[in-house]
């Protein structure tokens, strides 16, 4: 059986657009998962350690039949694909950064791993974008929809559409 689940994509190292898109493109060829939609790309200032690069994010709309546990590995694979150290500081700068938001089913809560994602409702550069492309997704535990808990979001950074250079 497959379900919707929803992915946060953030980079703010290196060629920041090409990081996501080729995160988005390891995801999209594995047999487990097809990518449905994808968010535009926001550019967004750092929330924790606001002393690095702006951050480009975005959020992308996958169908699978994968488990979460097993999301969370795929996650982490391209993530250590893309150059990522296993042993990243939290907050830091990052060559590619995915975060399992939602699952439409399911909540998870062990060590490693919740969802939904417990910080979500806080963070524009996630609602944002998500509102883009679902925004009567109903959030699992939040009882509410993602557009609801965007206009309830105490974030006052700012989140601007990155508009893409066409190149000739």
Not at 17 to 27: H, P, Q, W
Not at 74 to 84: A, N, P, T
Not at 132 to 148: A, D, K, L, T, W
Request: hydrophobic content about 35%.
């Amino acid at each position: 059986m497959t379900e919707l689940v929803y992915l946060g994509i953030g980079s703010n190292i290196g060629d920041k657009e090409v990081n996501i898109f080729t995160a988005i493109a390891a995801l999209d060829v594995r047999d487990e998962i097809s990518v449905k939609q994808t968010a535009s790309i926001y550019e967004t200032e750092p929330m924790y350690h606001t002393d690095q690069p702006k951050f480009y994010n975005t959020v992308v709309e996958l169908e699978s039949s994968l488990p979460p546990e097993s999301m969370l590995q795929v996650c982490q694979g391209i993530e250590l694909m893309l150059g990522r150290p296993q042993n990243h500081k939290r907050n830091k700068p990052r060559v590619i950064d995915l975060d399992i938001l939602a699952y439409e089913t399911k909540s998870v809560d062990i060590l490693n791993l919740k969802i939904p994602h417990p910080q979500l409702f806080a963070r524009k550069f996630v609602l944002v974008p998500w509102t883009e492309i679902s925004p009567n997704f109903m959030v699992q535990n939040y009882g509410r929809s993602v557009s609801e808990l965007l206009s309830l979001c105490s974030d006052t950074s700012n989140v601007q559409n990155h508009k893409l250079e066409k190149t000739a």
